[in-house]
């Protein structure tokens, strides 16, 4: 007599189940958004403390499905690379950065504060290079190592890589400082050393100083000192300052072939706002 199989055993041993289950729990997976992580300083950061202090992160998730790209956000005011990893700002969203994922990351404006022995120090070696300066602070009575730029950034480069992130380096943007009717750039410091940064690294870049540079050398100083600027700070920027650089940052993302974030870019969006940049 023909004895029947269990169907349970049937079921177990099935390829096409296998095939069938695997390809469902893929497409599981690829239906979670993904992330777009951000980390520097007042000027990427997301709301703000007033409508004096406007991050550019602000506008720029505008441009994006919000249904295949959430955003996180731990940019923060008055914020170095140094900073960011030694209040663990940077660890916290490391933490959350899963494959697949993009990070922004922007710096340079408080990375140049003194390098000092108070608990808040920001400071970093001035350099692109290897260099390391031994402080010691009075509250905690340790000796702290100081890095340079270079390496603060290389590590969180080098952290978001290693978890199968992307990332993305953007150069600072320009601070409210003008000689002769132009706009002055950070081309021979932190913009300069962000660029080679990521070209040594193989991270995509872009220069959104100078973009933005010549967006405020053609609208004229005393147009941009009155939009995009309070006259109390010269570095973040205010509200139509912020969306400026939002569009500027879109676009850029639009243009670029080796990564792919712009699949997630709303294409009228886009057009919409061509016009501002």
């Not at 709301?47 to 441009?63: A, H, K, P, T, V």
């Not at 994922?101 to 340079?108: E, K, L």
């Not at 410091?189 to 070209?199: H, R, S, T, V």
């Amino acid at each position: 007599m023909l004895k029947k199989r269990p169907f349970f055993k049937f079921f177990s041993f099935s390829p096409l189940l296998i095939l069938i289950l695997s390809f469902t729990i893929q497409q599981k997976e690829n239906s979670y958004p993904k992330t777009l992580h951000f980390i520097g300083d007042s000027s990427i950061r997301m709301g703000g403390e007033s409508n004096l202090q406007i991050g550019w992160s602000n506008f720029l998730q505008e441009f994006f499905d919000s249904t295949r790209l959430k955003v996180s956000n731990q940019a923060m005011a008055g914020r170095s690379t140094r900073a960011s990893i030694k209040e663990r700002r940077w660890n916290k969203e490391l933490s959350t950065l899963q494959p697949g994922d993009y990070v922004i990351m922007q710096s340079g404006h408080n990375d140049s504060s003194p390098i000092d022995d108070t608990l808040k120090a920001e400071g970093v070696v001035q350099s692109a290079g290897q260099e390391v300066e031994n402080i010691y602070i009075p509250i905690t009575k340790q000796q702290e190592p100081v890095y340079s730029y270079s390496q603060y950034l290389r590590q969180m480069i080098f952290a978001a890589k290693t978890k199968e992130v992307t990332p993305l380096v953007c150069s600072l943007i320009p601070r409210n400082n003008w000689k002769n009717g132009k706009v002055i750039r950070a081309d021979k410091g932190y913009g300069l050393w962000a660029k080679q940064i990521a070209q040594d690294t193989f991270t995509t870049f872009i220069d959104l100083n100078t973009k933005m540079a010549n967006q405020y050398d053609g609208l004229g100083e005393d147009y941009v000192r009155v939009h995009y600027f309070d006259e109390t700070d010269h570095t973040p920027t205010i509200l139509e300052g912020a969306e400026l650089n939002a569009n500027i940052v879109a676009k850029a993302i639009d243009n670029l072939a080796e990564i792919g974030l712009k699949e997630y870019i709303m294409k009228y969006k886009l057009l919409e706002n061509l016009s501002k940049v």
